[in-house]
């Protein structure tokens, strides 16, 4: 079918429905980008509400495993172990105790910075206490060289999570005080993790 026009030329008619819709989508595209671009009053305020959240619950569970991990340490009053083992072990102790004392300067400084906001299932707080008693219960009843490694494992899971926690909530922070200091957990842990590891593979096989 053709559609004459003005002038007398003939134009097909499919070429011109082609023409049409294509213009059509050119126009709703252009909009839909212009659309995409217009920020929604708002958005900003949603989006630091949303990284401020992140950011609490990533520091309260980073703040709550520090305070475990700082008294790591004590199981040496009763265990006497070698050098290797307890340097580390007193490392991660200190580390874990100025993290904590760091967390406490953020939260006191910026008192959006909730660090008991760790908002965990009741299913998830059961399985982490389940973990915990038999984690503790093969501590107690190892020795030697298989105490050290149980020791040491235990570590690399806590500094690892650690970690990561520390750079969730550096990447969530507010502040460039805050991501700084986050930051440096996570590199502080990070160490730390690879020289549990290390230690690891020096411990004597039974």
């Known amino acids: ?7 007398g030329a003939a134009i097909p008619f499919m070429w ?19 659309a995409a671009r217009t920020k929604t009053p708002g958005s900003d305020a949603s989006t630091d509400a949303s990284k401020s959240e992140v950011r609490n619950n990533a520091a ?88 050290d490694m149980n020791l040491l494992l235990s570590q690399t899971d806590a500094l690892d999570y650690g970690s990561h926690l520390a750079k969730i909530a550096a990447e969530n922070s507010t502040s460039p005080e805050q991501e700084r200091e986050f930051h440096a957990l996570d590199v502080a842990l990070s160490a730390l993790y690879v020289r549990v590891v290390a230690d690891i593979r020096a411990v004597p096989a039974k």
């Open 16 to 34: 011109l429905l082609v023409v049409c819709v294509g213009a059509l989508l050119f126009c709703g595209g252009a909009d839909g980008g212009a």
């Open 60 to 147: 309260s569970l980073l703040y709550d495993l520090l305070g475990s991990e700082k008294d790591v340490s004590k199981i040496l009053i009763i265990r006497r172990r070698p050098a290797r083992v307890t340097r580390v072990i007193k490392a991660i102790s200190k580390t874990a105790g100025d993290g904590q004392d760091q967390l406490d300067a953020l939260a006191h400084d910026d008192k959006t910075l909730n660090l008991h906001a760790i908002q965990l299932p009741p299913g998830e707080t059961a399985t982490r206490d389940a973990i915990r008693k038999t984690k503790e219960h093969e501590l107690l009843l190892s020795w030697g060289a298989k105490f």
């Open 1 to 7: 079918m053709r559609i004459r026009v003005h002038g």
